[in-house]
């Protein structure tokens, strides 16, 4: 059996009648994956992991998983998948243990032993080295320290489908790299992770790149083929290309190639 599928075909999100933010959205993202939604700011990458989450509704097209629509089952599906936003949202009075041991309790069964759950915090915190800090308020770490406590906060619940805006945005590239390579453990046991980022760095571990410009997808795929699909070198060289046209263009010469049509299906 093939593993299950979450799409979104057709999807236009637009304010009021006259401002389109992202259109024609074509994508499939597959459980056992990682994947990364890339592109400058403000073309649509927060957007897009809303109509996701069923946070906005599409004004056009649908979200689905597995074939079913996901907008009429949105209160089940909100509950059930782990949401990294962009913004910390961790209360900086608690100290981590704090943070953890709450989130825990909350999402996990109701019968849960205490004992259970504090080694379910340990553990979460030592896959985050956050080990040494479960002490500690959050509002005295460091960003990037926030940054995984609200990863934490999310991966108690252990959830099949796991959604982060910009996880690594405050971390060293030393600890994007573990973060990274955490993601990518969490996919290969099978669940579906999407995240967006900003860095260029880790591509390559993903299995599936998704570069967005002015609402539009550009490209769809693995690292070394969005490199050759633009003739670029290296990735960071890729929004260098994609400056020499417009997003018309590189949207319709993204729908023109053979790789389109195999990212979508
Ligand atoms: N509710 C809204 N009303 C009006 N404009 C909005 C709304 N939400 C988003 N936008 C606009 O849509 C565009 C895309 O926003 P979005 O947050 O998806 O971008 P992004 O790719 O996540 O950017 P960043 O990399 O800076 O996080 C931006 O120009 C933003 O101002
Ligand atoms: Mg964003």
């Not at 299950?4 to 499939?28: C, E, M, N, Q, Y």
């Not at 009075?93 to 759950?117: F, K, M, N, S, W």
């Not at 040494?132 to 308020?137: A, G, N, S, V």
Request: positive net charge; hydrophobic residues 45%.
């Amino acid at each position: 059996m093939s593993a299950p599928v979450l799409r979104l075909d057709s999807v236009a999100w637009k304010v009021g009648w006259t401002k389109t933010i992202i259109s024609d959205i074509d994508l499939a993202f597959r459980a056992g994956q990682l994947s990364a939604l890339i592109g400058p700011s403000g073309c649509g990458k927060t957007t897009v992991l809303k109509c996701l989450l069923t946070l906005l509704r599409p004004s056009t097209g649908k979200a689905s998983w597995d074939g079913s629509d996901l907008w009429p089952q949105r209160r089940q599906w909100r509950a059930r998948v782990g949401y990294v936003p962009q913004d910390d949202v961790v209360h900086t009075a608690l100290t981590v243990r704090q943070a953890l041991t709450y989130a825990a309790r909350l999402r996990l069964d109701a019968g849960t032993e205490a004992a259970a759950i504090d080694k379910r915090v340990e553990s979460i915190a030592r896959l985050l080295g956050l080990d040494e800090r479960l002490k500690l308020r959050i509002a005295r770490l460091s960003g990037g320290q926030r940054k995984r406590v609200n990863i934490g906060v999310e991966l108690v619940a252990d959830p099949d489908i796991l959604v982060l805006d910009e996880p690594a945005s405050g971390l060293d590239p030393a600890t994007e790299g573990d973060l990274v390579h955490l993601l990518k453990g969490l996919a290969a046991a099978g669940r579906l992770v999407v995240m967006t980022t900003h860095s260029m760095e880790y591509l390559d571990e993903c299995h599936k790149v998704v570069l967005l410009m002015k609402g539009r997808v550009v490209f769809s795929g693995s690292a070394p083929e969005m490199l050759a699909h633009f003739s670029a070198p290296h990735p960071a060289e890729v929004f260098r290309v994609l400056r020499t046209a417009d997003a018309d263009d590189w949207a319709s010469r993204w729908r023109g190639s053979p790789l389109s049509a195999r990212a979508a299906a």
